[in-house]
T-cell receptor, first 115, second 111 residues
């Protein structure tokens, strides 16, 4: 049982390049999330998927797109990377039965640098 | 004003000390509350949920004060292994899903 896995662990891009961050979970969770974490700031939600087939914008969606490929996988795409997207990206999943018991399980993160 | 605010610290305490963290939230639609722990360069992990009646898990005690809109985390008999960043997390019910993470409080426990 690997939990939540993310690839790649590290990535360096040049401004304007595109890339896709991959995330998969093996806990049969319905909901999946993408966050970014910057120094001095809390994790900020980029996009989430409450269930397979649905996606919704979070707090900071501009410059990103997502795909919920199936129940296990949720990818994040940067179409044209900008230096402001330099950050640590975390994928998470949860059962989301109710807001009260919404423990989120996180992947190990992807450290992205955009030059 | 941030929706969830924490003292960034760092808190530097000796082993065996008791340390308390506070977190304030601004949205009265907040429904549920959690403390997560994040080790350096690692992912956040759930430490404990926070209930209105307060709850305890070993050396850790969490309290919620809805009237004043703050939650707290008390760590007794600090261990070196408690050194980490503690994240306050609030779930909102605004007709849709919203989880807000605080920026975290750093704790260093020294021998």
């Amino acid at each position: 049982n690997a939990g939540v896995t993310q690839t790649p662990k590290f990535q360096v891009l040049k401004t304007g390049q595109s890339m896709t961050l991959q995330c998969a979970q093996d806990m049969n969770h319905n909901s999946m999330y993408w966050y970014r974490q910057d120094p001095g700031m809390g994790l900020r939600l980029i996009y989430y998927s409450a269930s397979e087939g649905t996606t919704d914008k979070g707090e900071v969606p501009n410059g990103y797109n997502v795909s919920r490929l199936n129940k296990r996988e949720f990818s994040l795409r940067l179409e044209s990377a900008a230096p402001s997207q330099t950050s640590v990206y975390f994928c998470a999943s949860s059962e989301l039965r109710t807001y009260i018991n919404n423990e989120q399980f996180f992947g190990p993160g992807t450290r992205l640098t955009v030059l | 004003r941030k929706e969830v605010e924490q003292d960034p610290g760092p808190f530097n305490v000796p082993e065996g000390a008791t340390v308390a963290f506070n977190c304030t939230y601004s949205n009265s639609a907040s429904q549920s509350f959690f403390w997560y722990r994040q080790d350096c360069r690692k992912e956040p992990k759930l430490l404990m949920s926070v209930y209105s009646s307060g709850n305890e898990d070993g050396r850790f005690t969490a309290q919620l004060n809805r009237a004043s809109q703050y939650i707290s985390l008390l760590i007794r008999d600090s261990k070196l292994s408690d050194s980490a960043t503690y994240l306050c997390v609030v779930n909102l019910d605004t007709g849709g899903f919203k989880t807000i993470f605080g920026a975290g409080t750093r704790l260093f426990v020294k021998a």
